[in-house]
């Protein structure tokens, strides 16, 4: 088996996982304590539809992987290698905080996702996903929720498992998204078992929807049927790395990884098939085909909304909308791993109506991307010298 590591470089798996799972040392981040503080420089950028500002927030994070705005202006970031750290509006970057779960950071597991619960700002839940180790050497994805303190969490509690458990360090996902109804919508990967994905009795390679106590919903499309995990909400997904609702119309969007090609961007709905590995517009690392794949496309299986004949390497997810006037409205952006920049899509209604790159000149992986308060961009960069960077958009014309 090889692997993709960026632009179609083929090189063996081991040899990009042991670059995967083990980044290096944290280093001081910029602003931190102990750190001699700077004002952030920013560079101007061109894009279609004017110069944007890149302003580097924060530095030294070890392959952060999600962030989300806290109701003070403040961020919480993860770090794939299991720390979860504050930031504040400034740049500062706490130590890590106490009260993480165990994660297992290994290929490309760890500490992944963070979404803070719907009445945050009076509860103080948030939920976390991470690879979450298992007996004799297995892991799955699992999801658990916690009380933010001061210094770290409490009230830790697991409220979803990907199960079974299964050996290997790649595909667990994940990403995380509630509805306006307090729906948990768990985005994960088919753990590279790509039959798995196609089993409705097993959790690998599926889109899942529970309460934020990890409850099954009463109105989940498989609860009645005996033979599939009622958590089920949609099924045929490869490694889920981007997940959000839209504003404008409520609907989930949500992006996969495909092999070699077929990136994919979907708008899941209850009960349906996306088709992984049966359809896809992919070919395995080594240049083979598919072995279960079928074609791109076969009755009763979802094609995907969007599709890349090469692979991104897409990760994380935001819209960027109401705010009409300027450029950017009415956008998607996406992070891309293997391409190291920023997608911007403009839409139209659900129409992707155009397409551009941000970010090229930097040339780091883009693991994260979320709209601030302020309503500047914010990306996180995968390296082992992780940056947090501040786009500020066009301005009107």
Known sequence: MYCALTRWILVPAWLLMLAACKPGPVATPAGSAGAASAPPAARTMASTSGPYKVTEMARGLSHPWSLAFLPDGSMLVTERTGQLRR??????????????????????????????????????????????????????TAVASATLGP?????????????????????????????????????????????????????????????????????????????????????????????????????????????????????????LNYGWPVITHGINYSGMRIPEAEGSAKPGMEPPHHVWAKSPGLSGMAFYTGRPGTPWNDSLFLGALAESNLIRLSLDADRIVGEERLLDSVGERIRDVRIGPNGAVYVLTDEANGKLLRIDPPEAT
Do not use: C
């Open 87 to 140: 930031i504040s509006a400034s740049g500062t970057v706490s130590a890590p905080l106490d009260g993480v779960p165990p994660v297992l950071a290994e290929g490309q597991g760890g500490l992944l996702d963070l979404a803070l619960a719907p009445d945050f700002a009076s509860s103080q839940r948030l939920y976390l996903s991470y690879a979450e180790p298992g007996e004799g050497g297995t892991a799955g």
């Open 151 to 271: 210094t770290g969490l409490s009230d830790v509690k697991v409220i979803y498992r990907q199960l079974p458990k299964l050996e290997g360090a790649n595909h667990f996902g994940s990403r995380l998204a509630f509805d306006d109804r307090g729906h948990l919508f768990i985005g994960q990967g088919d753990r590279n078992n790509r039959a798995s994905a196609q089993q409705l009795d097993v959790l690998q390679g599926k889109l899942v929807r529970v309460d934020g106590e990890g409850r099954v919903p009463r109105d989940n499309p498989y609860l009645d049927q005996p033979e599939a995990r009622p958590e089920i909400w949609s099924l045929g997904h490869r490694n889920v790395q981007g997940m959000a609702f839209d504003p404008r119309t409520g609907k989930l969007w949500q992006s996969e990884h495909g092999p070699r090609g077929g990136d994919e961007l979907n708008l899941p709905r209850p009960g």
